[in-house]
């Protein structure tokens, strides 16, 4: 019975790598080229899918953040007028002057 070897999947090393391109550099430009752009589309389309999947999760958070604050503002509008005797011009004005200074203060936060 004859022994078998394995083949081992090694990762390529840096000398292989510089040859393997030195090889295809003196066999032409272009297949370096096409290499390359390969190489960069995938590595561009694995972090294009990351920042896709944060921009989500951060467009829902801000849009929970507003409507919070747009229900909290309406409800402070409706007991200004109808407990506080209030005119709805200076509620309207007051809470949409509490939501820009909300709004003013979260933007300090961010930067």
Known sequence: MAKTVEPKNSDPSFLKTLWHMASTLIGGVKPIVDQLQDDLEKRLDHYAKAIEKR???????????????????????????????????????????????????????IK
């Open 55 to 109: 921009l989500i999760v951060l467009m829902l958070r801000g849009c929970a953040f507003f409507m919070s604050f747009a229900y909290f503002g309406i409800g402070l509008l409706f007991v200004l007028v109808d407990y506080g005797g209030v005119p709805r011009g200076i509620a309207c004005f007051c809470c949409g002057l509490l939501s820009l200074v909300i709004l003013l203060i979260s933007l300090q936060f």
